[in-house]
């Protein structure tokens, strides 16, 4: 198996992270195998968004150009001409490398050579090694049985996908800060093993800003379950990804259009114009998904049919996030730049409660343990608690760090157990019981904080990620402050969750302790070494000088020569050295 006892994984930037709750996901996923068809399709559509990409870039390039000849334009009035002169010069000194042949003679040599088609075959030739050069030159089989390079049965490899009812799943948004590519990193993490390894990934063409778990597979029977991954990003298109399926090429789902400042004229619900900033999946009302985006917008969309069904404007700046409340099963709450903030029903959308607080919403959660209740973390680092029977007041205000709050979490287990995240790079836990105030604070190497999130399952366990450490999972409950302020509203939790970290710490010092002593005995093994071939050496020393002795001289009658003592004990020597060498070994 490839479990594994990091508690953390590969560095990047981890931009967003969501949880799936246990029996979620598939004890056997899928592995697809892509046909050729599929392959190509796959192939051309990805050149086409290339082809795309070049076309703007090159608009743009001649843009700038049209820009810097009207200024040299007015520089070259401004010369009198000069540098027209020096046009001319260098015209006539070009070479023509076609000097000295006839017109019938260049088209022989060009149907000689096939310089006629020469460029044309050098960019198919580009276009298939960068699309299928990793894969020339290979032998395909079958079956892995046809395959004499491969030693492992398939039995193997599925054992190593292969989930366990207690695994959950965390989702994270990984983009990588050489590179700047963009993928998803679906990890496994089992309380009880303390293991946490990547279990698939697949890559992403636009920066991802937000990750929903839908648990729902669309279709014409909306109570199928499913494991999809919507996500929002730069792009204007939601995609849902099947996370029951290994090394996904594709989404199974798209919402909305890549143009849809275009499509918007012709349908108002199209889609978004502008990048999706955020997620919202109906848990009760399993079909329906919302979404907010630059554009300044809420959508509400139907899985079952993929398609918009309605728009809401209450908001004249960014619409940074939204979230549907778990009862009332229609209202959503929405946060936007300059402080608004709506609640509304989205089949009375016209009845919208307000409120205004300072700064820009960077993120916002319903309470989960007041239905009524909100909070919301701001640009300006102040964390407000607000209640819908009290619009436009806040009820409780905190200073909670100098910087933006840019990640916020709670724990649905723990009543009043709150965390936040933030640009000064500290991670934060708060009481937001009673009397609101910080427990605990640290700063876990993740620079400045993007996304945190509570486990569903586990009490204290809190994922982490930043712009540069990877996906970090911290035990909260390691700290004590933390341990004493909540372990009367969860008494078992706690010191389950106590256990654990107590049990990590002793694995991870047995462990320790067993790397030095391994490395005290390698050392004591090139002691022995060194120690066998002095012995050796003297034993040598002491063999040639006994030999000198023994040597007869000329007038020496011959005689049979007797073993001698120190010959033997060469002999135990190096039989002694072998057997040590083998122990060595």
């Known amino acids: 198996s490839t479990r594994a006892k990091r508690m953390d994984s590969e560095d990047g930037i981890i931009a967003t992270a969501v ?35 070049e076309m703007e870039e090159q608009q743009e390039k001649e843009s700038n150009e049209d820009v810097e000849d009207e200024v040299d334009d007015n520089d070259d009035d401004d010369d009198g001409g000069e ?109 009880e093993e303390q293991s946490f390894y990547v279990h698939t990934d697949f890559m992403l063409d636009s920066f991802p800003i937000c990750l929903e778990w839908v648990g729902v597979d669309p279709g014409e029977d909306e109570m199928q379950n499913g494991n999809l991954l919507a996500i929002g990003s730069m792009s204007p298109v939601i995609e849902l990804w099947d996370l029951d399926v290994l090394e996904s090429a594709e989404p199974v789902v798209t919402l909305g259009s890549a143009g849809g400042k275009k ?35 809420v959508r509400l969309w139907d899985l079952s049919a993929a398609k918009s069904i309605q728009s809401y404007t209450h908001h004249s700046e960014k619409v940074e996030v939204v979230k549907w409340n778990s009862e009332e099963h229609s209202v959503l709450v929405s946060g936007a730049h300059g402080g ?15 409120w205004n607080v300072d700064g820009d919403v960077e993120t916002l959660m319903w309470s989960p343990w007041d239905a009524a209740s909100f909070l919301v973390g701001t640009s300006g680092g102040f964390l407000y608690e607000c209640n819908v029977h009290n619009p436009g007041k806040t009820s409780r205000t905190v200073q ?81 402050a933390v341990r004493r302020r909540f372990k009367d509203r969860g008494e ?41 071939e002095d012995k050796w050496e003297d034993i040598m020393e002491e063999l040639k000088v006994q030999r000198m002795k023994e040597q007869p001289s000329s007038s020496t009658s011959t005689k049979p020569k007797k073993t001698s003592t120190t010959t033997t004990k060469a002999t135990a020597a190096s039989k002694h050295k072998k057997k040590n060498k083998k122990k060595s070994k």
């Not at 996923?29 to 050729?36: D, F, M, N, S, V």
């Not at 990805?46 to 990409?53: F, I, P, S, V």
């Open 492 to 532: 078992e939790a706690t010191m389950h969750a106590y256990a654990l970290a107590q049990r990590q710490q002793q694995e991870e010092k047995a462990m320790k302790e067993a790397m030095e002593a391994d490395m005290k005995n390698s050392d004591a093994r090139d002691d022995g070494e060194d120690e066998d």
């Open 83 to 191: 540098e027209g002169e020096d046009d001319e010069e260098d015209t006539s000194a070009a070479v023509d490398v076609n000097d000295g042949l006839t017109s019938e003679e260049r088209q022989a040599v060009e149907n000689e050579f096939g310089l006629d088609t020469y460029e044309e075959e050098m960019e198919a030739n580009d276009v298939n090694s960068a699309m299928f050069g990793q894969f020339s030159g290979l032998a395909f089989h079958k079956s892995n049985e046809e395959d004499p390079y491969i030693t492992f049965k398939e039995d193997d490899e599925v054992d190593d996908y292969r989930l366990k009812t207690t695994d959950n799943l965390i989702a994270a948004a990984r983009v990588d800060s050489e590179n700047g590519l963009s993928r998803i990193e679906v990890h496994v993490y089992n309380e």
């Open 400 to 480: 909670a760090h100098d910087s933006p709050i840019t990640a916020l979490a709670a724990s649905k287990h723990i009543h009043g157990l709150v965390a936040t995240g933030s640009i000064d790079k500290s991670v934060k836990v708060w009481d937001m019981g009673s009397a609101p105030s910080m427990i605990a604070s640290k700063n876990y190497d993740l620079g400045p904080v993007f996304t945190l999130a509570f486990s569903p399952d586990t009490p204290y366990q809190l994922a982490c990620g930043g712009e540069r450490g990877g996906l970090k999972l911290i035990n909260i409950a390691e700290n004590g």
């Open 340 to 354: 608004e903030i709506a609640v509304f029903d989205v089949r009375q959308p016209e009845a919208v409660a307000t």
């Open 19 to 53: 949880w799936i709750p246990r029996g979620a996901a598939k004890t056997n996923p899928t592995k697809i195998e892509l046909t050729a068809n599929e392959l190509e399709r796959l192939v051309v559509e990805a050149q086409d968004n290339l082809d795309d990409a």
């Open 263 to 297: 499509k918007k004229k012709k349908n108002g619900k199209a889609g978004h114009s502008g990048p999706v900033l955020g997620l919202a999946w109906n848990v009760n009302q399993r079909t329906a998904l919302a979404s907010c985006s630059a554009d300044k917008t």
